[in-house]
């Protein structure tokens, strides 16, 4: 039993920390470089993914496929940077979250003087099993950084 709230708490902290998000204002856009691909959702829902060419403080500018379009800053719902440069750290976590629940999960079932051995075998097969699961959860999870959310303010 002892086990098992440990396991809801350390999985409980991890979600709240991952719920947290970083301020999101539109002075973000002035730190975008140029040729940036981004995503603009727009009020209407619309999906715009573009290189970034320039921001002011009333719209912004990107460039798509259909060539170079502006955006006025009341139409935007949010936008995103459309980068992957925390799929590594979501793999780690997702592998190190899955592994740990894992082995506590297999451990706790597993027949303490079983044909396989014992309980630490078990944790070590869920640990692996868990694991790997855990990585590739991770590894799919979206990371793309919000910059900007009109509904944060």
């Not at 301020?23 to 040729?35: E, F, P, T, Y």
């Not at 403080?57 to 139409?75: C, N």
């Not at 309980?119 to 979206?142: D, E």
Request: aromatic letters at 6%.
């Amino acid at each position: 039993m002892r086990n098992l709230l440990f396991l809801i708490c350390v999985l409980g902290t991890s979600s709240i920390l991952w719920s947290q998000s970083p301020q999101v204002s539109w002075q973000n856009l002035k730190s975008l470089h140029a040729g940036e691909k981004i995503q603009v959702l727009e009020v209407n829902s619309t999906k715009i993914t573009a290189a970034f060419v320039s921001v002011s403080y009333a719209a912004i500018s990107v460039q798509g496929k259909a060539g170079e379009k502006t955006i006025d800053r009341q139409d935007v719902r949010s936008i995103k940077l459309m980068k992957n440069k925390r799929r590594l750290r979501n793999t780690l976590i997702g592998a190190g979250v899955g592994a740990g629940a894992g082995a506590g999960i297999t451990a706790a079932a597993w027949e303490p003087h079983g044909f396989l051995g014992g309980r630490g075998t078990g944790a070590a097969v869920g640990a692996v099993i868990f694991g790997v699961a855990g990585a590739i959860v991770g590894a799919l999870v979206p990371s793309h950084e919000a910059i900007y959310d009109a509904g944060a303010h």
